[in-house]
């Protein structure tokens, strides 16, 4: 299940969170993650519990981020770009990606 009320990061407040992660039109991450603030910006990290997947949202003005993701399974390190995210509510998406957390 979803929320409306986005998640808000405020740093040292690692915590599950309701989730949605999609690149390309395909669900990556849906439902309960880990959520962890980056920072006192506003920016976080998503991670599915499984560790296959994860996503950086990184502050840059009000409203405008810079993703990057982990791009293949398991992989260690958020090396895929997702381009620059503009806030809508509780995500932050482009025509790309979408990087949700509630």
Same mark, same amino acid.
């Given at each position: 299940?979803?929320? @409306? @009320? ?50 950086? +949202? ?10 990057? !993701? ?13 381009? +620059? ?6 995500? !932050? +998406? ?9």
């Amino acid at each position: 299940m979803i929320l @409306t @009320t986005p998640a808000i990061a405020q740093s040292g407040e690692d915590r599950e969170s309701d989730c949605l992660l999609v690149v390309e039109a395909e669900e990556v991450i849906r439902g309960r993650c880990k959520f962890s603030p980056n920072g006192s910006d506003g920016s976080f990290v998503i991670s599915s519990y499984n560790g296959k997947y994860f996503a950086y +949202v990184i502050i840059q003005d009000a409203g405008i981020a810079d993703g990057y !993701w982990n791009g293949e399974p398991y992989a260690r390190h958020a090396h895929d770009p997702l381009g +620059v995210l503009l806030r809508e509510e509780g995500c !932050w +998406v482009n025509e790309r990606a979408s990087v949700c957390a509630y």
